[in-house]
């Protein structure tokens, strides 16, 4: 599969559950833009068979290589960003993971759980981007998940799957700025992520990011359906850091507060 086909598959998933998303494409086609991704993110636990390391081949089979690692200390997160050897429109990749050691057994166990209903999941061939959530999941434990981890919770109930799409706003031609872009939403009555403020970064940092707020819907427990946060659509501004070339990377303080997007509220 190369990175075309992976992330048009990573798209019609994303996108049937996070209604947002294909509201936001045909707002925006009406305004005759098109749109180029500039990320993709996805979230996993440091548990060997599903970290970071687990995650990374079948990009790197399409053509990817790492280019920066990222730590949170806060949200006690590892990341690492890839991108596309020879396509510079291909969509960078995000992939984090939690630190489970640093959690109580909860969080481990829940963790350890994940992964051995995962690989058992995966064991025919299918790739672990798209595993999705192989495991049943309860609505107490949840709870209990985000009064320690808001990332460990999220990725308890969504599972394996993109957590976020990036508009590149550098590729828009009506829309000039991400505070363009985010007056154009917000009067179309999107709430945006204003944890941090509602952009974060600035043009000496050479990346201005902004997010809508995860859309609310319903997910099917043990215990019955509830309405939780799901997957946000984000924004990205790039500024040269020499001429003719963007800068690729991502800012740790920025990224922190965007992973708010999917905060329960």
Not at 49 to 70: D, L, Q, R, T, W
Not at 146 to 154: K, P, V
Request: proline content about 3%; charged content about 25%.
């Amino acid at each position: 599969m190369d990175h075309k086909q992976i992330f048009k598959k990573l798209w019609e998933e994303y996108s049937s559950i996070n209604p947002s998303a294909n509201t936001i494409h045909h707002l925006l086609g009406e305004k005759g833009e098109s749109i180029v991704n500039d990320h993709v993110a996805f979230r996993t636990y440091d548990i060997p068979g599903i970290n970071i390391e687990s995650m990374a081949p079948v990009f790197v089979n399409a053509g990817y290589e790492a280019k920066g690692e990222y730590f949170f200390e806060q949200k006690r997160l590892k990341a690492v960003h890839y991108e596309h050897k020879s396509d510079k429109l291909a969509p960078k990749v995000f992939i984090s993971e939690l630190i489970t050691s640093d959690f109580s057994t909860l969080v481990q166990d829940t963790a350890k759980e994940v992964a051995d209903a995962t690989l058992k999941a995966i064991a025919k061939g299918e790739e672990l981007i798209f595993a999705l959530k192989p495991w049943d999941i309860s609505y107490k434990k949840y709870i209990k998940l985000l009064g320690e981890s808001e990332y460990a919770a999220w990725m308890y109930v969504w599972g394996f799957r993109a957590n976020h799409f990036t508009i590149f706003i550098n590729y828009l031609e009506k829309i000039d700025s991400i505070e363009s872009l985010n007056t154009f939403l917000k009067e179309k009555g999107y709430k945006l992520n204003t944890s941090g403020g509602e952009i974060k970064g600035t043009r000496e940092q050479l990346l201005k990011q902004s997010s809508t707020l995860a859309d609310m819907v319903a997910v099917e427990f043990t215990e019955g359906s509830y309405n939780i946060p799901c997957c946000y659509y984000e924004f990205a501004e790039r500024f040269e850091k020499s001429p003719g070339e963007l800068y690729n990377g991502f800012i740790a303080s920025s990224a922190d507060k965007i992973f708010e997007s999917t905060d329960a509220r």
